[in-house]
């Protein structure tokens, strides 16, 4: 039996040296860039192929058009995709002297909508303007975030006093959530708060802020359920939906039944039998119900391993970076998307209520699609602007620039 030493070579195929390979790979610069890339251009596929399979039953039902709902999407990525280069293009100065004009915004557009807001499923979460109905909420998930995030890096040196910590963030968060809640909209102010929370951890708030902070928003989310017989329904349901089947069960039995029936490989794209009726919301909170039964358990996890894929890059740039206001918005955007998809998955699996909340890239809808593409531009371009990164962008186009010449 031979020992292997340090300094004995790695035979190739072997655990080791998938492990050496893969360590390379994490410490190259532009690694983090390459799997932000690569993971929100998958989502993004994946996410048009299922608001077609999932939307074309009920498109072709009301238009006598299959390919009307994801025409619209195509035409929500083509305005999205130019705006995510924008935003990671753009100086964080001009990104920061926007903080405050753009919570601001977001406060009038949410007071808007809690006073003249339309009316969906029991939420007052739209707001009309002219022939097109926006929501004011996924705007504001983004504008608070930026504006917390400028904040605490103007606070960075002075966030060992609680005081600093809170005000003026907390105060305007809680505005804004409270807001959301005048319209009922439950699941948007639970990412709220998700992000609430997570903006006090990244800054070292104490253990017991959170234990004070879960306290009041388990009184206000039983308050509001107790308040809409609706939403009290589904919260009583959502652990056994066949317990009201033809009730407030349907849409959790039916996309149940959509991801058991899909197994390990699915039935096929385009081979959904949910979609045909059965399954209200097929193309929009319940789409991960749709791609389980057609993309099967390896498309679930596929996707769900795509948004762990951001969150881990976005997370390495938060750690590595030295600049205060680039660690706190890209962990606030990490929460943001993260928790809205957990919350969404957790919802189709019937281990949450039915509180109409999308998945973040695959999902029907601009409101919802147009600010997190932003937002991922955005991180993005703090992966640009590391200094590694930076250095090996500079040189590939300097590389590239000599091969034109010499061609000439």
Not at 109 to 121: N, W
Not at 211 to 220: D, H, M
Not at 318 to 342: E, H, K, N
Request: contains cysteine.
């Amino acid at each position: 039996m031979t020992a292997t030493t340090p300094d004995s070579p790695v035979r190739a195929g072997s655990p080791r040296s998938w492990l050496a390979a893969l360590r390379d790979a994490l410490s190259r610069p532009l690694t983090n860039y390459y799997l932000l890339l690569g993971s929100i251009a998958l989502l993004l596929t994946i996410g048009l192929l299922m608001v077609l399979s999932s939307s074309s039953v009920e498109a072709f039902r009301q238009t006598g058009d299959s390919y009307a709902t994801v025409k619209r999407q195509l035409l929500w990525v083509g305005i999205g995709i130019p705006l995510a280069l924008l935003a990671s293009r753009v100086s964080m100065r001009w990104v920061r002297s926007l903080a405050f004009p753009a919570f601001t915004v977001s406060l009038v557009l949410l007071l808007a909508t809690a006073r003249f807001g339309v009316e969906v499923y029991g939420n007052k979460n739209w707001l009309a303007l002219g022939p097109v109905q926006i929501q004011p909420s996924e705007i504001a998930k983004l504008s608070i975030i930026i504006w917390a995030a400028h904040i605490y890096a103007n606070k960075d040196r002075r966030l060992g006093s609680l005081h600093q910590m809170m005000v003026p963030v907390v105060p305007g968060m809680l505005l804004a959530t409270t807001l959301v809640i005048v319209g009922r909209d439950l699941g948007t102010a639970l990412v709220f708060f998700a992000i609430l929370v997570g903006m006090l951890w990244v800054v070292g708030a104490p253990a017991r802020l959170f234990v004070l902070c879960l306290s009041v928003v388990s009184v206000v989310a039983l308050g509001l359920a107790a308040t809409s017989s609706e939403r009290l329904e589904r919260i009583t349901t959502f652990v056994d939906p066949f317990k009201d089947y033809h009730g407030t069960g349907w849409q959790p039995a039916h996309g149940l039944y959509a991801m058991s029936s899909g197994g390990i490989f699915g039935e096929g794209i385009g081979a959904s039998r949910q979609k045909w009726g059965t399954l209200p919301e097929a193309h929009t909170d319940f789409i991960f119900a749709v791609l389980g039964e057609e993309l099967g358990l390896v498309g679930t996890l596929l996707v769900i391993g795509l948004f762990l894929t951001i969150a881990y890059a976005t997370l390495r740039i938060a750690r590595q970076t030295t600049d205060p206001f680039v660690r706190y918005c890209s962990f606030g955007i990490v929460i943001w998307l993260l928790g809205q998809m957990m919350i969404n998955v957790g919802m189709v699996l019937a281990l949450l209520p039915v509180i109409g909340i999308p998945l973040p890239l695959v999902s029907y809808g601009g409101s919802s699609l147009l600010p997190t593409l932003i937002a991922l531009g955005l991180v993005i371009g703090f992966a640009r602007r590391e200094p590694a990164a930076a250095r090996a962008l500079a040189q590939r186009r300097r590389t590239r620039s000599a091969g034109l010449s010499a061609r000439r």
